[in-house]
């Protein structure tokens, strides 16, 4: 539910849903993709003990 939101306010995870569908990816294929994305993103987040930034994702 997260990344459904995601995908329609968030402009990073907009772009990288929209480019897998551009590349024939099916949609619940490129859901899962962004899902794996934001999971490494915040894992790296709480590693590095940082803020979100959206240019760097």
């Not at 490129?30 to 003990?49: D, E, F, P």
């Amino acid at each position: 539910m997260t990344m459904l939101s995601s995908i329609q306010c968030n402009p990073v995870f907009k772009r990288f849903y929209e480019r897998l569908k551009a590349q024939g990816k099916i949609p619940k294929v490129a859901l899962i993709a962004c899902m794996r994305k934001m999971i490494v993103v915040l894992n790296t987040m709480i590693k590095n003990q940082e803020s979100w930034r959206g240019e760097v994702a």
